[in-house]
């Protein structure tokens, strides 16, 4: 049997037990699908430097450095199950993000894979980056675009 083939197994196990699912990234979440449309994160006055905003329904962080501003894959490249940082409070703008952190480190829930927050994995099993995706910012709008990816090294600045 494959690898891949027993990972949708014990996912599916898990997502028939019950609360194990929600670790598991059941629920018909579409595991490691992404948001099909650009989505507004806002505007840059949202974003401060050096926070890192999830926004959970599109899986997808969004933060903001000296380089300027980025977004990527809040998805384990592990089995595609959904993460959330380690230290983190509420969010508090109307960006519809579901949480802030000042490190954007993020963990897994199934395997406690971490990473940085700049997605570089630093604890497996996950051994593969978080993906980056295009942002533009103009008129003080920030976007995300997530069928775009980029390297991790691309930045937007504000406009």
């Known amino acids: 049997m494959s690898d891949e083939k027993r990972a949708m197994e014990r ?56 380089m300027g501003y980025f977004a990527f894959s809040a998805i384990c490249t592990h089995e595609s199950t959904p993460l959330a940082f380690r230290e983190s409070t509420a969010c508090t703008a109307p960006t519809g993000c579901t949480a802030v952190s000042m490190t954007g480190a993020t963990e897994c829930s199934l395997h406690f894979s971490r990473f940085d927050g700049d997605g570089a994995p630093v604890r497996g099993p996950a051994a593969s980056p978080l993906r980056h995706f295009q942002v533009t910012v103009a008129s003080g709008e920030i976007t995300v675009n997530a069928g775009v990816v980029v390297a991790a090294t691309v930045r937007s600045m504000g406009a």
């Open 11 to 66: 996912r599916t196990f898990l997502c028939v037990v019950g609360a194990a699912g929600v670790a598991a990234g059941c629920g018909g979440d579409g595991g490691d699908e992404m948001p099909a449309a650009p989505f507004s994160a806002g505007r840059v006055a949202d974003h401060p430097m050096g926070v890192w905003k999830l926004y959970g329904s599109q899986r997808v962080i969004v933060g903001r450095d000296a």
